[in-house]
């Protein structure tokens, strides 16, 4: 009987959904879609979940070659990724924001880094504001410095702007249906079920937020501290402590940090620049978490559900 030698058989083809939540995204989801579809390898499918937007989103996703799907009922950023993780049929979940235009080479890196280290259960990027303006960077290095590096790591959480989970690490874990943390707890969830979350900084993550004022960016800061304090007090994370111990919030803690991490990338005249804008924004992030706190005792936990 001959002996025949077998061609090495290649690794299956990961195939990667997309899922957009979209809200009132008239002027950004075009954009997104575009970017998610001009992937390559392209994904399978880019699913737009449209949380009761009041306008033409839906519309406008379905022109630029998005499946849309529209929620009965208001379910918020959590829900609608949730309804998405039930209808997208990859191997991959890809959750993509409404307002972000996203690397062509994203999920070819994160199908890369998933082939390379089977520990890996999400990759995320480098996140890169795509409306300078002094609101704009503020927002970017406030709520987004640990993800402005040029090194590759491992880190505790991404957020949903733009992430790719592998299916079989999700299993059971939802996102709670809420507009408040909702990207933290669900990392935090996954993680626990074992594996690690990537940043690769060859991937490129534009915000394109919306256009920032003075009275914006205030709210906006607020509600980061908000998210902070439900966070931190359901989930041991860096921070924990500020919960137990919130008088340490009168150091400013997490300025510094932001200082530290800009002063790395040689920021040098641009901290100096913003440092008073910057310190304004902490403040209200402050007034934010002590705001959270004091409603605690009417607030229920929100856990996303696997947990």
Known sequence: MRNERTA???PPEMTASVIIPCRNAAGTIAAAVRSALAQSPPPLEVLVIDDESTDD??????????RVIRCERRRNAGGARNLGIGEARGDLIAFLDADVEIGAHWLARAIEVFRSD????????????????RFGDLDLYLNHSEWISTSARSCT??????????RDA????????TNYGEDT??????????????FDPAIRIVHMHERLD??????????????LYLTRRALELPGKVLYHAPVLLALYPHLWIVLHRMLRRGMVVKALRLFPWLAAGETARIIGFLRARRESRRDIVMRPEGV
Do not use: K, L
């Not at 626990?192 to 990537?198: P, V, Y």
């Open 170 to 177: 999700v299993g059971p874990v939802r996102f709670p249906e």
């Open 8 to 10: 090495p058989m290649s």
């Open 214 to 227: 003075a009275e914006r960016f205030w709210a906006r800061q607020i509600d980061a501290g908000r998210q």
């Open 157 to 166: 959480t991404f957020p949903t702007m733009a992430v790719v989970y592998r």
């Open 185 to 198: 707890f669900f990392a935090h969830a996954v993680r626990a079920r074992g594996g690690r979350i990537w």
């Open 57 to 66: 989103s839906g519309a406008i996703a379905v022109t630029s070659g998005a």
């Open 118 to 133: 089977a520990s890996v259960v999400a990759v995320g990027g480098r996140i890169v504001n795509g409306r300078p303006g």
